[in-house]
Every structure is written in structure tokens, then in C-alpha cells.
């Protein structure tokens, strides 16, 4: 897989900016520890958000990184632990693959993955009331499907999503709202396979079919 310079600047942008109000929070929290009376919740303030620094960090090294999780590995075990760490403090609630699912996949390379672990992040974004992203797995003759469901209230797809996602997508289509949902589809272009969105009345359906040996 190969992407341009732009693309990989506009995907940059995008992954800092998601970080950044982590960073600024901590910051923020040294600030009222000036304030003697405001410590504790400065503290508490400053724990809350190097959490959910440290979980966009493991999760975004997963899904965007070279390799694998925090162990070089990438398992759907790990997936679901990232998964529900990006949900932990999202609007909509996450419905994950339950033991059975999982186990009836069998084990999956980490490209299938790592495009699940991004299917998961943009469900997140066509729910900004909130709502529910369900994820389902299954193991076909003709190789592993990922389905990822997003529905609720005023739920849609963000703008120039489901474009990036086409195949032939021109670079000056891509933005840092949707640049994520390009390079998922990159991904799985080089897994032989495309991800494939549909809207309804407050509800997203993304789904990729990728064969494995």
C-alpha cells in the first residue's frame, strides 16, 4: 500500500488533532495545582485525561502503525481491549463480538484488524448524538466479513466519508475528517478487498469481505 505525501500529512493532522485535547487537559490541570484549594481536582482532571491519552495512543499505533499491538502482535483480543478503550468516554455505546463470535473467526492477520479496528472509529463519528456500533464477524468460504452497524439518532455518515472510501478516490477529495476512512479503504485494497458504506434513516453500514488463506 503507498499513499501520497498529502495524504499522509492530512492523516498526521488528523491523529494530532485527536490528541490534542488529551494534551491541553493535562495541561490544564497543572494549571489549577497552583491553586491549592482545586489540587484534587486538578488531579483527578490530569489522571482522566493521560487515560485517554494513553488510549489513543495504543489505539491509533494498532490501527495506523506498522505493526501490531503493544507486543508486535495483533489479535482480535487486542482489537475489542482498543476498541472499548476508544469507546470508554465516546457518545455512542459499543456492541463487540462476544466470546463465541470471536472464536468461531479463528485467528486473523493483522491487516484484517487493523481495517476493523478504523471501520470501528468512523461508526464513532456518524453517531454524534449518540447510539449504538454494533460489530459482527464472520468466517465465509470466501474469507473473513467485517460488519460494523452505526445506528441512532441523526446518525449519517460525515461528510466525504463514504467518497474517500471509493475506489479512485482523487487526493484533492480528501480532508482530515475523512482521511482515516481513505486509508481504511487503502488498506483494504491491498488485502484484495473493498469497504463497502450504506446509509439509511439513522443508520451507517460499513462492511469489507477480505479472503484469507
Known amino acids: 500500500m503507498q499513499i501520497d505525501l498529502k495524504t499522509a500529512q492530512l492523516l498526521n493532522s488528523r491523529l494530532f488533532h485527536d490528541l490534542v485535547g488529551a494534551v491541553s ?24 485525561s493521560a487515560d485517554r491519552l494513553t488510549r489513543r495512543l495504543d489505539f491509533f499505533r494498532a490501527a495506523f502503525g506498522l505493526g501490531g499491538g503493544k507486543q508486535g502482535e495483533l489479535s482480535l483480543g487486542d482489537a475489542g481491549a482498543l476498541a472499548a478503550g476508544w469507546y ?8 463487540w463480538p462476544g466470546a463465541d463470535a470471536l472464536m468461531a473467526a479463528g485467528e486473523v492477520s493483522p491487516t484484517p484488524i487493523k481495517i476493523l479496528l478504523i ?9 454524534p448524538r449518540g447510539g449504538t456500533v454494533s460489530v459482527q464477524l464472520s468466517r465465509l468460504p470466501e474469507g473473513l466479513g467485517l460488519a460494523v452497524t452505526a445506528t441512532g439518532t441523526g446518525g449519517r455518515a460525515p461528510d466525504g466519508m463514504i467518497a474517500a472510501l ?5 487526493p484533492e477529495a480528501l480532508s482530515a475528517r475523512n482521511v482515516t476512512a481513505y486509508f481504511a ?8 478487498a473493498r469497504i463497502e458504506a450504506a446509509e439509511a434513516a439513522d443508520r451507517v453500514d460499513l462492511a469489507a469481505l477480505i479472503a484469507t488463506p
Open 185 to 192: 479503504a487503502a488498506l483494504a485494497r491491498g488485502a484484495g
Open 88 to 95: 470508554a468516554d465516546a457518545k455512542p455505546e459499543l456492541d
Open 25 to 48: 487537559a493535562v495541561n490544564t490541570g497543572l494549571e489549577f495545582m497552583a491553586d491549592g484549594e482545586a489540587a484534587d481536582d486538578a488531579l483527578a482532571l490530569m489522571g482522566q
Open 119 to 127: 471501520m470501528v472509529m468512523l461508526g464513532e463519528e456518524c453517531l
Open 166 to 170: 471509493a475506489e479512485g478516490c482523487p
